[in-house]
Structures are given as C-alpha cells and as structure tokens.
Nanobody, 115 residues
Framework: QVQLVESGGGLVQAGGSLRLSCAAS????????MGWFRQAPGKQRELVAS???????NYVDSVKGRFTISRDNAKKMQYLQMNSLKPEDTAVYYC?????????WGRGTQVIVSS
C-alpha cells in the first residue's frame, strides 16, 4: 500500500510559478505510474500529467509547454513544476499512484491563480 501527501499549493498571480510535491510512503514506489490530477469547482477530476516507471511522460494539451512532471524514486517523491500559470489552472491538485488494478490518492493541495 502507498500513502501520498501533497504540498506546495498556494495563491499565485497569473504568469507565476508553483512547484507541487508528492511524498510517498510504502513499498514499490518505483514500479508505480505516478500522476497529477486536478479538480476545479463544478468540474470533473482530470488527469494533468503522468510519468511511468520508465520515465515516459504524458500531459493534457492545456498544460503542454508549461508544466513538467518528474519523479525521484530514491526519495519516493513526485513533482509538478507549473510555469506560466493561468486562472483556469485553479483547482485542487491530487497526487496519484497506479499499478495494475491498484490506485492510491493523496488528499490534494489547493492552487489558486489570480488574474
């Protein structure tokens, strides 16, 4: 089992940057596909970015060129570097770990981008 704790959210002006972190505990971290999801008020949760155990990255179109996902298997950490933030990036961001039929979620961290 994996426990996930996000940090790094906050209030930032449009055009600014934030770096989200996700600390994992438990075994087998390096085998998991890690991802960042977000959920804005009144909207469904959406996948923002993911990174496989081999380092293959995937991004939703709306964040390509602005966000970068990374992981440090030795530290059991995942990161999301968010640059050129827009008001539409405002959401609760969730860390996710997935392996086969198993999926784990953190409690989320709030990101608010003011215009």
């Amino acid at each position: 089992q994996v426990q996930l704790v996000e940090s790094g959210g906050g209030l930032v002006q449009a055009g600014g940057s934030l770096r989200l972190s996700c600390a994992a505990s438990g075994s087998g971290f390096s085998a998991y596909t890690m991802g960042w999801f977000r959920q804005a008020p009144g909207k469904q949760r959406e996948l923002v970015a993911s990174i496989t155990s081999l380092g293959s990255r995937n991004y939703v179109d709306s964040v390509k060129g602005r966000f970068t996902i990374s992981r440090d298997n030795a530290k059991k950490m995942q990161y999301l570097q968010m640059n050129s933030l827009k008001p539409e990036d405002t959401a609760v961001y969730y860390c996710n770990a997935a392996l086969l039929l198993y999926g784990y979620w953190g409690r989320g961290t709030q990101v608010i981008v003011s215009s």
